[in-house]
Nanobody, 116 residues
Framework: QVQLVESGGGLVQPGGSLRLSCAASGSISRINTMGWYRQVTGKERELVALVTSTGSPVYVDSVKGRFTISRDNAKKKVDLQMNSLKPEDTAVYYC??????????WGQGTQVTVSS
């Protein structure tokens, strides 16, 4: 089992920045990838960014050049630095851990609202 706790969401104006953090506990040595997904009410949850166990990042096209994902295995966390935020980035953001045995674990979600 893995427990994921997110923090750092909130309200920000367009063009602003936020940093999301996700702290992992439990069977962290069995985690393959860690990432961030987001979901808007009425729409499917979508991948934002993930980082592999070797540190390679993957981003959805809409956030490339604006968001940066980082993973610290020693501190057992994954962060998402979000810059140049747009209203369309508004969503609930979820931390995800994909295990080597293909099980998925999710955090409780944190709201990000981009609005003037």
């Amino acid at each position: 089992q893995v427990q994921l706790v997110e923090s750092g969401g909130g309200l920000v104006q367009p063009g602003g920045s936020l940093r999301l953090s996700c702290a992992a506990s439990g069977s962290i040595s069995r985690i393959n990838t860690m990432g961030w997904y987001r979901q808007v009410t009425g729409k499917e949850r979508e991948l934002v960014a993930l980082v592999t166990s070797t540190g390679s990042p993957v981003y959805v096209d809409s956030v490339k050049g604006r968001f940066t994902i980082s993973r610290d295995n020693a501190k057992k966390k994954v962060d998402l630095q979000m810059n140049s935020l747009k209203p369309e980035d508004t969503a609930v953001y979820y931390c995800n851990a994909l295990m080597y045995d293909t099980r998925n674990f999710w955090g409780q979600g944190t709201q990000v609202t981009v609005s003037s």
